[in-house]
């Protein structure tokens, strides 16, 4: 009877070591880089099954005993329940700071978008028009007081002048169409925009903007227009997040030039402006920028 207990006992041990390295991960508590947050482990089932705070399952292949899946990083904890066969893991992903609501963020960079399509001559006559409106509607108030006529001819040129505005400001938003953003984004990370010059992708959580990417074929980057538009997008990016897009641009020149001098690396570099982060890679084809606080 006492073999027969050892026996048991010592076949418990060792199922129980199976059951335990049936299924790990390789943190208990993760913190999102760039746009999601990359959650690896081992696996002895074909397929692993994970759950994030609940939500809806999705599953993935195990390769080679090893697995991996990205969880996009939101403004608060996220719980991931992780399950292969009858083995269960349970995961924290780390919350976040957004850097934006979304709304907001592509209202103002679609208007920057359609600005530089402008003449400069007429960026800065939009300009001194949005600054000076109270001003001008005070001076008209009180001109037609004392000279209702002269207030009258000040009133439709000032009209004129807006129309003439209007109409140029509708050529450029049509000139920039594929440029612009959308004004409003279902959750999750997804391309925003794409064009042959860049692919500007976001993380969108509850109307939250939480990370930006911006991704350029590294031919482009080789053309003079690739590389004015990369200039003017990634300037046009940083400035409605609030940085300071000479000195990102500065920086940048810097990256590019060392990543120029060992071109096999793939190594992730961060450039910091005004709270916001820069983290910049590269791949055999793409360049990829993350913006995120």
Known sequence: MKKLLLGALGLLT???AGCSNALTT?????HPTALTAVVKGDAKTKHVTYQVNDQAKHQVKVAAGTYFFQVPAAPQDQTVKITAGSAHKTVTVKATTKLATYQTFAKQYNQLVTASYLPTKVQKQLQTAQKTQAQTKKKLAALAKTDPAAAATAAKQQQAAAQKLQAQLATAKQKA???LLPTRASDGVQNLVTTKDATVRANVQDGQLMGLALIVPTKQMKTKNGQKQFGTTFALLGTTLKANPKTVIKKFEKVLKDAKSNSSSTNTK????????FNTGFSTDHLYIYMTK
């Open 270 to 277: 961060t450039i910091h402006s005004n709270g916001i982060r």
């Open 14 to 16: 060792v199922t129980l």
């Open 26 to 30: 390789n943190k208990s508590t993760y």
């Open 177 to 179: 169409h594929d440029q």
